[in-house]
């Protein structure tokens, strides 16, 4: 039952390592016979590093959330939350001034094994609520003064980087530079996690209506997960010596197009001479805080409960493993980076925005109705107890430039009852190449071809619900300045397409059927308040081919939607317990300009196949069917006839 009020709680948390042992290892992180092998240094720079390595044999980490004031039979509102993981060690790299014995870099890796996590909806509730705790505990340290430390000085020699000659003037020999590094990063490698969501709850009552899910879970695997962080970075040096990092790639091509466009901004914008000569001086010492976050594979279940069997199992997401073995090179299906600037020897002077990229693919998405629902249902009780628990008060995320690449990304659609006829198609998939988004606009990328006067007097003579007005006024400016005014940093988004080509077929591994041909798109995302503008325009030509029984399960698929969208309308009024948001639902306006679209319709002439298709009589009549009397030719043994359109100008809108 939601509370009114927040919740005060307390969050006792455990943390326990089992066979804790500390040792020193070779570079090659195995046992020395002799602590000498475990450092290799260079007389030429006078460096040194050394190699430690923490090991464990268990790691439990535990914790629960009590609610403070109840008696003690509710004082427990959520179930404990349990990770534990064997076989963990933890890497350690120093790299130390031989001369004085100053720590100048060091490199720390974590490496778990296997984690196995089976979470319930009362754990993940535990998890919010130690969240809130661990950030209530940060924010109130930094109430405290700060405690002032007296360190040693230090030489310059100390302060020497180490990818550099040193006093001795020498460079580094070949054995040190092998294992050399540069500055100090953090690392974490886990080798495979499984996690698996479920929902506990046995009671009928706590359901929406026509809930066909008992006890629902949901497992997510993930193979290789690297996470590193690199804090003090040159902006715009190479990435060779960064761990499991291949570079050049899309995302260092994005840093460095963004650097060079926000310079030029920079000067351009800059009109006392002093500030441009020192900001053109000290911008190749630009700094950055960079986190890489990457998984190699990953694949997502759906939803599943006691009456699943093990046939009936099917991926929501999975990566095309196929697909990746023919890019060159280790291919990670998450390849996310985000970087923040700053400029070492000063405050004052301006700096880039904080850049975040984000790589995914290739991929294939299934479009399941129980799924989204199970997932819906959980959100709203993960939303319920957020607003149960006393949030500290967060700062606002800073405006990032922003780009999101999808590599062959592919969303598939189960299409209603086909078995009720074996020609009838199974699913629908779309495919694309490449799908980018961004909040940072080019020229190439949003040159808009079809807005002009008619579009607009169109849409101006359109009855739409809301939001007409404000439409029109997006899009003539997205006319005339590519950008719209009155809007916060980052509230407009830029898509853009390789050729789209969208078919059916009979299942995994059966040929598909075209339905609409390769087509690029464009579109712009105006995000308001209460309101998202989309308007999309292909760049060629829109070519349809649809057949009869591609028709019947299009219109089949459209009234299934259709009740989906009532039935999780139904299911929302349910879970909010008829409480009626102060808040409005948001308006979506879609807009799409087609300059020219051709569609194919294929009929069948002639007697119509049945399922009696076998029968003698009907396949004579079939066979004696003058197929040069009529325009039209054959398929599956049927003969069909075509019926051709094209349509110029054509709009389409839908809210």
């Given amino acids: 039952m939601p509370i009114s009020e927040p919740l005060r709680v307390t969050v006792p948390y455990a943390f326990q390592l089992s066979r804790l042992s500390v040792d020193s290892r070779t570079p090659g992180w195995q046992h020395p016979h002799d602590l000498r092998h475990s450092r290799i240094s260079c007389p030429n720079t006078n460096r040194t590093i050394m190699y430690k390595q923490i090991s464990w044999q268990l790691l439990r980490i535990e914790a629960s959330a009590h609610n403070e ?37 060091a490199r720390i890796m974590m490496i778990l094994e296997d984690i196995l996590w089976v979470a319930t909806l009362p754990q993940l509730q535990s998890a919010i609520a130690f969240y809130s705790h661990i950030m209530k505990l940060v924010k ?34 070949k054995n040190f530079a092998v294992f050399d590094f540069n500055q100090t990063s953090y690392h974490l490698n886990v080798k495979k ?15 929406p209506p026509q809930w066909d899910i008992e006890s629902g ?33 899309p995302v260092t091509t994005f840093l460095e197009q963004n650097l060079k466009h926000h310079f030029a901004r920079l000067i351009e914008n800059t009109v006392d001479e002093t500030t441009r000569v020192r900001l053109t001086r000290i911008w190749p010492q630009l700094m950055s805080f960079n986190v890489v976050f990457r998984v190699l594979d990953m694949s997502v279940q759906c939803v599943s409960d006691m009456q699943t069997k093990r046939d009936s199992l099917f991926n929501l997401f999975e990566s095309d493993s196929e697909a990746k073995r023919k890019f060159p090179g280790e291919q990670f299906v998450l390849h996310a980076e985000f970087a923040n600037f700053f400029h070492p020897m000063s ?4 700096v880039p925005p904080p850049l975040t990229h984000v790589q995914f693919g290739p991929f294939s998405l299934l479009f399941d109705k129980r799924t989204i629902r199970w997932i819906l249902y959980v959100a709203h009780h993960l939303t319920v107890a957020l607003s149960q628990v006393e949030a500290p008060d967060m700062e606002p995320l800073p405006v990032t430039d922003f780009k999101l690449d999808l590599l062959m990304p592919k969303v598939i659609l189960r299409l209603p009852d086909p078995s009720s006829d074996s020609r009838l198609p199974h699913r629908l998939t779309v495919s694309l190449s490449t799908l980018s988004i961004s909040n940072r606009s080019t020229e190439e990328q949003n040159h808009f071809t079809l807005l002009d006067t008619h579009l607009m007097d169109y849409l101006h003579g359109l009855a739409l619900p ?19 005014s009155g809007l916060e940093e980052g509230d407009q988004l830029w898509l853009s397409s390789s050729p789209m080509w969208v078919e059916t077929d009979h299942g995994p591994d059966t040929r598909g059927l075209l339905l609409i041909t390769d087509v690029p798109l464009k579109a712009s995302l105006t995000i308001r308040k209460d309101q998202l503008n989309v308007f999309v325009e292909p760049q060629t030509t829109l070519s349809a081919i649809v057949d009869h029984f591609q028709l019947l399960q299009l219109l089949r698929l459209s009234d299934d939607i ?19 948001s102060d808040t409005p639902a948001p308006t979506v306006l879609l807009v799409a300009a087609l300059a020219q679209a051709k569609v194919h319709l294929l009929l069948t002439h002639g007697p119509m196949p049945s399922p009696y298709e076998a029968c003698p009589a009907i396949n004579e009549a079939i066979n004696t069917i003058d197929t040069n009397s009529y325009s039209g030719f054959i398929i599956d043994g049927y003969p069909q006839c075509k019926i051709s359109g094209s ?9």
């Fill in 140 to 173: 109130a340290s930094q109430g405290f003064g700060n405690i002032e430390v007296l360190l040693p000085a230090r030489t310059p020699s100390s302060l020497a980087p180490s990818n550099h000659a040193t006093e001795t003037g020498l460079a580094p020999n």
């Fill in 347 to 350: 405050d004052s002077l301006p």
């Fill in 217 to 249: 879970a949901m497992q997510v695997t993930l193979h290789t997960l690297l996470i590193d962080v690199y804090p003090k970075t040159p902006a715009a040096a190479d990435r060779s010596k960064w761990v499991r990092y291949a570079s050049p790639n």
């Fill in 69 to 105: 004031g109840e008696s003690a039979q509710r004082n427990v509102i959520n179930a404990p939350l349990r990770l534990i993981t064997s076989n963990g060690r933890i890497r350690i790299a120093l790299k130390k001034n031989s001369t004085d014995g100053n720590v100048i870099h």
């Fill in 193 to 207: 996690i499984d996690l698996h969501l479920c929902d506990d709850a046995h009671s009928p009552e706590v359901y």
């Fill in 562 to 580: 259709s009740k989906f969208a009532d039935l999780l309308s139904t299911d929302q009024k349910f879970l909010s317990k008829g409480k009626t």
């Fill in 466 to 484: 809301s939001g007409k007005d404000i439409l029109r006024s997006d899009l003539l400016q997205l006319n005339s300045n590519m950008t719209v």
């Fill in 647 to 655: 349509f110029e100008g054509t709009m389409m809108h839908c809210n």
